[in-house]
């Protein structure tokens, strides 16, 4: 089993509520981005696992607690958010989502409404189906070809290249790969093979893994943000045309973390959020990503493609006045009185929702 640094350990133990405060923001980074320690979660037991917030409930906040153990499971935590949306703490007492044995720092809402979230030894990738309270399925990973035990999960959000796929990470190789889904029929999911990228081999012993929200301070390429565990930092990657990280644009980001572990985005904010496996068992903020949003004038994404990525730039308005001038429904953005989605008409109401929404920045 995984153990945290002894010194983390160690401060834990005596009450040194800053164990976990040393975390510092790069220079590269530190005009645009600040990094919060947001303290313990009281009634979760620890190591902490991974993290996720759906956009649908963004009051709470579900998490991994007894991470890498037998009793490991996924607990609903309440959020504090400030007037900004922030998260600033937690109130009230978590509640048992679900049994996750040997929860690491991998979990995310993938496709049905399904939890995944990976194990550690055992290299497997579990999953949970809404309103159950133990695992319906788990997917061993070394039958399909990969190497040592996985440490995170993540969905590629639309807008990305290769939006939608499961991407794996192997905590003890450093490994990525791309899983191919099946339906298995009963609500959960076959992994019917993992293609792997033979150049990508993460360092630093990676655990939570996000796309960073387009649009993003000094991110002018799609990009990843990685926890990086044994390295005690968060990085980032560029990706290419398949979603991968490119190696040899990694960049520190934020300095100084003991145990970083889970990560996920608020779908509010853009925030940036991880907790460690120790190093007093925290959850930290990481401020100054772009705000997800749903915009009429984002119309497409990278490279024109239809659909929105969540950025709206001077693609969007090129596409829609070309198609509004060929009377292409792409730029059916509202239907009547200005609602959306779109009716099927191209009327001058989407012209002018669009120019409105354009202008205002959304």
């Known amino acids: 089993m995984r153990t945290a640094p002894m010194m983390a350990a160690l401060m834990c133990v005596f009450g040194a509520a800053a164990s ?6 790069t220079p590269f980074y530190a005009d645009a981005y600040t990094a919060t320690d947001l303290g313990t979660i009281a009634g979760v037991p620890t190591p902490l696992g991974g993290l996720w917030i759906d956009a649908e409930q963004p009051g709470v906040m579900l998490i991994g607690g007894a991470a890498n153990e037998a009793g490991g499971a996924i607990y609903r935590v309440q959020l504090v958010r400030d007037g900004q949306n922030r998260v600033t703490g937690f109130t009230g007492t978590p509640t048992l989502v679900s049994t996750a044995p040997n929860i690491d720092g991998g979990l995310a809402r993938g496709p049905g409404g399904v939890l995944f979230f990976t194990q550690y030894p055992q290299n497997a990738v579990g999953q949970i189906k809404p309103g159950s309270t133990t695992p319906d399925r788990i997917v061993p990973l070394t039958p399909l070809g990969f190497p040592g035990s996985t440490g995170s999960l993540t969905f590629t959000p639309p807008g990305f290249p290769g939006a939608g796929s499961l991407r794996i990470v192997s905590y003890s190789s450093g490994r990525w790969a791309t899983a191919q889904l099946a339906d298995a029929g009963d ?3 076959l992994i019917s093979g993992l293609t792997q ?25 799609n990009s990843l943000a990685v926890s990086e565990y044994g390295a005690g930092l968060i990085s980032t990657y560029v990706v290419d045309s398949a979603g991968n990280p490119v190696i040899s644009t990694r960049q520190v980001m934020v300095t100084g973390v003991s145990g970083a572990e889970g990560a996920a985005v608020d779908p509010l904010t853009g925030d940036y959020l991880f907790s460690t496996f120790g190093g007093g068992n925290r959850v930290i903020r990481v401020s100054g990503f772009a705000r997800p949003q749903v915009c009429v004038a984002d119309v497409v994404g990278i490279g024109g493609v239809p659909g929105g990525d969540g950025c709206v730039t001077g693609d969007d308005y090129i596409a829609f006045i070309n198609a509004f001038s060929a009377g292409d429904l792409l730029a059916d953005v509202v239907g009547i009185g200005g609602e959306r989605p779109g009716d099927g008409l191209l ?5 002018i929702a669009f120019i409105n929404a354009f202008a205002g920045g959304c």
């Open 20 to 25: 976990a405060s040393g975390q510092s923001v």
């Open 347 to 351: 009327t001058g109401d989407d012209f």
């Open 197 to 221: 990228d033979p150049a990508v081999n993460l360092p630093g012993r990676p655990e939570g893994v996000v796309y960073v929200p387009r649009c993003s301070a000094l991110f002018g390429q």
């Open 187 to 189: 609500g959960t999911y």
